[in-house]
């Protein structure tokens, strides 16, 4: 079993900087692909950013040269900067954390920026 919490969400105004971060705990399986996405109200989860475990990063066109996926040393950790954020990344963030066997997600962290 994979337990995945996200944390470091908040409310922050156009033009600032947040720093989300995820950790993946698992005592036998071994964590690969990690990455976040997000959901607006009214609308679909979408990928904003992905990691592979031999450091390929995946970037949606909207959130390239803003924001920045890394993983941490441990490799079960991923962290998200974001930068320059703007009104329209308001969403709910979530972390995802996939096993060969299995696909898990954290509860989510609240992304509010403010006009």
């Known amino acids: 079993q994979v337990h995945v919490v996200e944390s470091g969400g908040g409310l922050v105004q156009a033009g600032g900087s947040l720093r989300l971060s995820c950790a993946a705990s698992?005592?036998?399986?071994?964590?690969?692909?990690m990455g976040w996405y997000r959901q607006a109200p009214g609308k679909q989860r979408e990928l904003v950013a992905s990691?592979?475990?031999?450091?390929?990063?995946n970037y949606a066109d909207s959130v390239k040269d803003r924001f920045t996926i890394s993983r941490g040393n441990a490799q079960n950790t991923v962290y998200l900067q974001m930068n320059s954020l703007k009104p329209e990344d308001t969403a709910v963030y979530y972390c995802?954390?996939?096993?060969?066997?299995?696909?898990?997600w954290g509860q989510g962290t609240q992304v509010t920026v403010s006009s």
């Open positions: 698992t005592s036998i399986l071994v964590i690969n692909d």
């Open positions: 995802n954390a996939k096993t060969v066997y299995t696909e898990n």
């Open positions: 990691i592979t475990r031999g450091g390929n990063t």
